[in-house]
T-cell receptor, first 115, second 112 residues
Framework: KAGVTQTPRYLIKTRGQQVTLSCSPI?????VSWYQQTPGQGLQFLFE???????NKGNFPGRFSGRQFSNSRSEMNVSTLELGDSALYLC??????????????FGPGTRLTVL | SQKIEQNSEALNIQEGKTATLTCNYT??????LQWYRQDPGRGPVFLLL?????KEKRKERLKVTFDTTLKQSLFHITASQPADSATYLC???????????FGTGTKLQVIP
């Protein structure tokens, strides 16, 4: 099976702009989670989607949003970008949401730089 | 709130020795803990999962223990090799539809 894919891999934006990142989970996986990774804060949970419904949300401002489509592909959007949004954004897929064996499979990430 | 801490930011060990990484959590026990490996510029890769009712789990040179009394999980790599050099992350999920919380990671360097 193909792994989790994320597009684009690299992105440079300026403050105030908005950005949309895309994630295609492993075939058959219905759960998609998004994380932000920075050197100072580590991996921080953004949100999780399962069957097009947001199951969980982390402590991020409303500028961060996401959605999941019927084919399980997911997008996340960040509006009004700030310098502090520069990070590696990781997407992870798993077969179930919250299951005891829900191993998460991560994509390679999208490196976002905000200038 | 639930916290998960990995005590060492970095750990250097000699090739062939056993590396031991620590993960501590606060508040109530997670349903299970997971360990991941992350190489620079890549997403984390799942290694092992241990449930709260399990004391130990093994996979090849890897061993994970779970001590609910100490609120701690230990991750061991025996006969370490330079190829084991990476950042290792632990993660917890309390169960049900609870979010996953990751530790900040321990960067392991195995010196030849």
């Amino acid at each position: 099976k193909a792994g989790v894919t994320q597009t684009p891999r690299y992105l440079i934006k300026t403050r105030g702009q908005q950005v949309t990142l895309s994630c295609s989970p492993i075939s058959g996986h219905r759960s998609v989670s998004w994380y932000q990774q920075t050197p100072g804060q580590g991996l921080q949970f953004l949100f999780e989607y399962f069957s097009e419904t947001q199951r969980n949300k982390g402590n991020f401002p409303g500028r961060f949003s996401g959605r999941q489509f019927s084919n399980s592909r997911s997008e996340m959007n960040v509006s009004t970008l700030e310098l502090g949004d520069s990070a590696l954004y990781l997407c992870a897929s798993s077969e179930l949401a919250g299951g005891h064996t829900d191993t998460q499979y991560f994509g390679p990430g999208t490196r976002l730089t905000v200038l | 709130s639930q916290k998960i801490e990995q005590n060492s930011e970095a750990l250097n060990i000699q090739e062939g020795k056993t590396a031991t990484l620590t993960c501590n959590y606060t508040n109530y026990s997670p349903a299970y803990l997971q360990w991941y490996r992350q190489d620079p510029g890549r997403g984390p890769v799942f290694l092992l999962l241990i449930r709260e009712n399990e004391k130990e789990k093994r996979k090849e040179r890897l061993k994970v223990t779970f001590d609910t009394t100490l609120k701690q999980s230990l991750f061991h790599i025996t006969a370490s090799q330079p190829a084991d050099s990476a950042t290792y992350l632990c993660a917890r999920r309390t169960g049900g539809y609870q979010k996953v919380t990751f530790g900040t990671g321990t960067k392991l360097q195995v010196i030849p």
